[in-house]
């Protein structure tokens, strides 16, 4: 690739459909989405139009963080079906020219691991090494000050040996120690195996925090939630590491890879995702869903849309050409897109949730849709604390009461933010727990599935999801394209408040996008006339861009003369 154009991939133009498999479909009514229940719906994802899907983990696992602690990488949690269920589901998704995108979830194991159960046997066992296993400091307390994502500490005493070992999420998901080349060797074994199948790639949970330095110093910076993660995340560690296994393994498959990387800039963006660096093919950033709460404290912040653009824009801009960016706005750590960023009421939730559809889906980089999100799924109300399944969400509530924040201001926050929002049930049609199963649901049906279910969006052309379908229509399309996928950025009006209006250009064609993030009318003028308009959520054709009058959460593409 030469430093102005980059090659062409076939990750560039696609769209990718997240399945968190415990809550998508089940199929034989034990209340856990399953496999098979997947494959009954390749055809609804087909007519959507993703040609990708990246499928939560579905490894084996005793389910402390609901899969994200796998037990064996090479077997299926039996509630989510067998080995043959999974060859059967990459083999009829390839049917339909969808490929499977599996969670690699590498960072960590499940302490029942069979390598992290021979580990903590004994000092000399000869996986001891294959964790992080630290001496406690002389007064006995732990080896540093590293805080969890879900616990108050990164280190667990086991009694056994006398020594502690590192895990930055549960303790029940102690660290893989990568400066090990043998835990390296049998992450990249294991990785051939899946590939092997034909597998379209692999998504990486927080693959940037996987370098640890050796010496393990104490964290100075506290500002941020997680004590520790200016040692251990985006340092120069991982991306040895993810060279080697590009080197190893990655570039024996033409793949997409995605890596989860909390806490990066787009200088890090560009370190992993520039085609010459021979790394990963993009990142999950989490700038831009940090704008609204300060994410591992648990405080809200208002919702600024000027500083929302900023972001995005940097993003589109620093990688343009450098990188690539994914684009999301959710995913099964995240509330419901229209919820939190639209309007979920009655009057506005279909259009706001366009809205949101559109201003994503112009940008240059490769589209994620979170299951249900294509329907405008809306959060579900929890009325206490016993209600929640997320093991984060019980950690935030007692942080929140610890600090002396009163039980209904934890629960607001929680009912705001909660990682179960994302996690109950598709609603699939207004039939018992919305044709999600026959049995109990493990997580509660959202009250609202009789009016927003999939079975009355695919019939109503009108649609959250036939306007996606159409976004994603134009993406793939030949008119539009190439514009939208390798465009040029330009954004309008930085300052404005309200309304979120970008250009993109690409070799003499020119698509305007225009977004009233507001529920109020409001009247903006922009340079340049209509050549045609591309799409609208808003019955009605506009031909002048001069004193525009946008309806509430209107969203429109023009492409310019
Ligand atoms: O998430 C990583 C992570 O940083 C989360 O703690 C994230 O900040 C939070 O969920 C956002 O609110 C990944 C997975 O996506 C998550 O589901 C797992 O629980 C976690 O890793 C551990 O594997
Ligand atoms: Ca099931």
Request: proline share 5%; with cysteine.
């Amino acid at each position: 690739m030469s430093t102005q154009q980059l090659d062409k991939r076939w990750w560039h133009n696609s769209v990718v459909y997240q399945i968190y498999p415990r809550s998508f479909n089940d199929a034989n009514g034990d209340g856990i989405g399953d496999i098979p229940g997947i494959i009954d719906k390749l055809d609804y994802i087909a007519e959507l139009g993703a040609n990708v899907i990246w499928l939560s983990p579905v490894y084996q696992s005793p389910m402390d963080d609901n899969g994200y602690d796998i037990s064996d990488y090479q077997k299926i949690a039996p509630e989510f079906g067998t080995m043959a269920d999974m060859d059967r589901l990459i083999a009829e998704a390839d049917k339909r020219g969808i490929k499977i995108v599996m969670d690699l979830v590498v960072n960590h194991t499940s302490d029942e691991h069979p390598w992290f159960i021979e580990s903590r046997s004994s000092k000399d066992s000869p996986k001891r090494d294959w964790y992080i296993w630290k001496d406690p400091k002389p007064d006995g307390s732990e080896p540093n000050n590293w805080e969890s994502f879900f616990k108050p500490k990164a280190w667990t005493l086991d009694e056994n040996t006398g020594q502690y070992y590192l895990h930055l999420f549960s303790n029940k998901q102690p660290d893989l120690n990568w400066a090990n080349p043998e835990v390296r060797e049998a992450v990249y074994d294991m990785m051939h195996f899946w590939l092997k199948k034909g597998l379209g790639g692999f998504r990486m949970d927080v693959i940037n925090m996987i370098g640890k330095p050796s010496d393990y110093p104490d964290a100075t910076i506290f500002d941020q939630g997680v004590a520790g993660w200016e040692h251990w995340s985006n340092n120069l560690l991982v991306h040895q590491y993810l060279r080697e296994m590009h080197d190893k393994v990655l570039k024996h498959y033409d793949v997409l890879t995605v890596g989860e990387t909390p806490f990066t800039t787009t200088l890090d963006g560009r370190y992993y995702s520039h085609p010459d660096r021979n790394e990963i093919s993009m990142i999950f950033q989490f700038e831009h869903v940090s704008i609204d709460r300060e994410e591992h404290n648990a405080v809200k912040k208002p919702f600024d849309l000027v500083q929302y653009k900023e972001i995005m824009t940097r993003w589109q801009e620093d990688l343009y050409q450098k990188g690539w960016n994914s684009l999301y706005w959710s995913n099964h750590d995240q509330p419901r897109t229209v919820s939190r960023y639209g309007c979920d009421s009655a009057k506005y939730r279909v259009v706001s949730a366009k809205m949101l559809g559109t201003v994503l889906h112009m940008m240059s980089g490769t589209p994620y849709i979170y299951q249900g999100e294509e329907i405008g799924m809306t959060n579900k109300h929890f009325d206490s604390i016993d209600e929640f399944n997320d093991l984060m969400a019980k950690f935030h509530y007692q942080k929140m009461r610890d600090r002396g924040v009163s039980d209904a201001d934890a629960l607001a926050f929680l009912n705001d933010f909660s990682r179960d929002h994302a996690r109950v049930p598709v609603q699939w049609n207004d039939q018992l727990n919305a044709g999600f199963t026959s049995g109990t649901p493990w997580l509660p049906v959202n009250d609202n599935y009789p009016e927003i279910n999939a079975a009355q969006a695919v019939k109503d052309d009108d649609s959250i999801y036939h306007h996606y379908r159409r976004l994603i229509a134009l993406r793939q399309g030949e008119q539009y394209g190439d514009v939208i996928v390798y465009g040029e950025h330009q954004l309008l009006d930085p300052q404005d408040s309200e309304v979120y209006a970008y250009i993109r250009s690409h070799k003499g064609k020119s698509l305007l996008t225009i977004a009233n993030f507001s529920g109020n009318s409001v009247v903006r003028s922009y340079s340049g006339s209509v050549k045609q308009q591309v799409i609208n959520n808003y019955p009605e054709t506009v031909e002048s861009l001069t004193e525009m009058a946008l309806k509430p959460y209107q969203a429109l593409v023009i492409e310019l003369e």
